[in-house]
């Protein structure tokens, strides 16, 4: 098999071909998975993953090409996931994953596992927001014009209102990305602390939500619920650390995983801890297609 890829460079298999992971466990998890699909579940992160980063949220789409995958490949899987921080109406409506068919098991985990939309019934279910985040909203622009980066071409995409459940505030729309992020995180970390909530880092975000909500609690649940033997997870953040952590105590409790980065410059952790890192969502979305191709051909896995 040769030397194992450095593990923060992507994997660029020949097209159509599924990528050989460098890890002994995600090798495990793809033969897993490309021998029993119908034991095993596949969950997506949803911004950077399926849909590349943009500087304004709202016009971020599905990756050219994401839902036809998915169309061919979930209906061969015990289930799929998208877990996104997003309101699961809106990673619905910017993935347009409604009335697909082939989608019929795809379930959207929307604000880390807090709000659940089924594609079988197009209903989404959802407690009542914390009231931190109302109160957070109304102090969030006094805390920002504090801070003195609340200005510029940015303004008025820079707060995320994620419906009422959490309140994202993006910086790449600044002069000074990297800075604005750095000055940002203090203060806002003290007012998530006044208010009962947590601040979540991200690729030139800073996510204010409530504490016990995360990606890796959503996974293990989906998991368990779905009764899996197998689960693939891909990310690109560090938000998916947390689902990451997930796979791999699903691994120690006796089931198989592979973890794949839709690799970035702007986050290496991820990439270090894969077991396959593709490039971006283009290489998220060359792997669903070439899964599908694989469990189609009703090929064994190594053949």
């Not at 890890?23 to 699909?37: C, E, S, Y």
């Not at 989906?222 to 990310?235: H, I, P």
């Not at 952790?269 to 792997?287: H, N, Q, S, Y």
């Amino acid at each position: 098999m040769g030397s194992p890829p450095n593990a923060a460079s992507p994997d660029r298999p020949t097209p159509g071909s599924v990528p050989t992971p460098h890890t002994q466990a995600g090798r495990d998890g793809l033969a897993a998975l490309l021998a029993h699909p119908e034991r095993t579940v596949v969950a997506l992160d949803f911004d950077g993953t399926l849909a590349e980063i943009v500087p304004d949220p709202e016009k971020a789409r599905a990756h050219k090409g994401a839902v036809a995958a998915l169309g061919r490949l979930v209906p061969r899987l015990r289930a799929a996931a998208v877990i996104t921080g997003r309101p699961a109406t809106v990673a619905v409506r910017l993935g347009g994953f409604a009335d697909v068919p082939g989608l019929d098991h795809l379930t959207v985990l929307g604000h880390y596992g807090a709000e659940r939309w089924e594609a079988a019934t197009g209903t989404v279910h959802a407690p009542a927001p914390h009231p931190g985040v109302a109160a957070i909203q109304a102090e969030l622009p006094g805390v920002l014009d504090a801070s003195g980066v609340w200005h510029g071409t940015w303004i008025e995409t820079a707060i995320e209102r994620k419906g009422g459940r959490a309140i994202a505030v993006h910086t790449r729309r600044a002069t000074d990305p990297e800075g604005a992020f750095d000055q940002l995180r203090g203060p806002l970390t003290a007012l998530a602390e006044r208010h009962g909530l947590i601040v979540e880092p991200g690729r030139l975000v800073l996510e204010l939500r409530p504490p016990g909500m995360d990606k890796g609690v959503a996974l293990a649940e989906w998991v368990r619920e779905t009764g899996a033997a197998s689960v693939l997870y891909a990310g690109d953040d560090l938000g998916d650390l947390a689902a990451f952590a997930a796979v791999e105590k699903l691994r120690s409790d006796g089931l198989t995983g592979l973890l794949v980065c839709s690799g970035s410059a702007e986050v290496a952790e991820l990439a270090e801890r894969a077991d396959l890192v593709v490039d971006g969502p283009a290489g998220v979305v060359g792997l669903l297609g070439a899964l599908a191709a694989r469990l189609g051909d009703n090929g064994a896995y190594g053949a």
